[in-house]
């Protein structure tokens, strides 16, 4: 049984910056893509990041490029996401998620392509 489990949201003024990270023991990270969703209150979950198996190709949704950067090591089996300058429009909960059919260098940005998910971890972003 996959865990991957999140860490380091929390609450936030607008402007502010947080990293989330997630781990997971039962799985090899090289041999996955790892991808960072949100979900707002009302609100379909939706792509912010995410990397492939090998670690290259980082992609980011339109809302927070140039705001965000993931970091995936292979070796600690984690995958951080930092977000500077942080909008009340990005308070969600969010989530990490684990891809294992996909090629080294493909990075999936639909929910319905990843096969294990965390819990979430929420974020506030305070105006």
């Known amino acids: 049984q996959v865990h991957l489990v999140e860490s380091g949201g929390g609450l936030v003024q607008a402007g502010g910056s947080l990293k989330l990270s997630c781990g997971a023991s039962?799985?090899?990270?090289?041999?996955?893509?790892m991808g960072w969703f949100r979900q707002a209150p009302g609100k379909e979950r939706e792509f912010v990041a995410g990397?492939?198996?090998?670690?290259?190709?980082?992609k980011f949704a339109e809302s927070v490029k140039g705001r965000c950067r993931i970091f995936k090591d292979n070796t600690l089996n984690t995958v951080d996401l930092q977000m500077d300058s942080l909008k009340p429009e990005d308070t969600a909960v969010y989530y990490c998620?684990?891809?294992?059919?996909?090629?080294?260098?493909?990075?999936?940005?639909?929910?319905?392509?990843?096969?294990?998910w965390g819990q979430g971890t929420q974020v506030t972003v305070s105006s």
């Open positions: 998620a684990a891809a294992t059919q996909y090629s080294d260098v493909y990075v999936p940005t639909w929910p319905s392509e990843y096969n294990y």
């Open positions: 039962e799985l090899t990270f090289s041999r996955n893509a």
């Open positions: 990397v492939s198996r090998s670690g290259s190709n980082p």
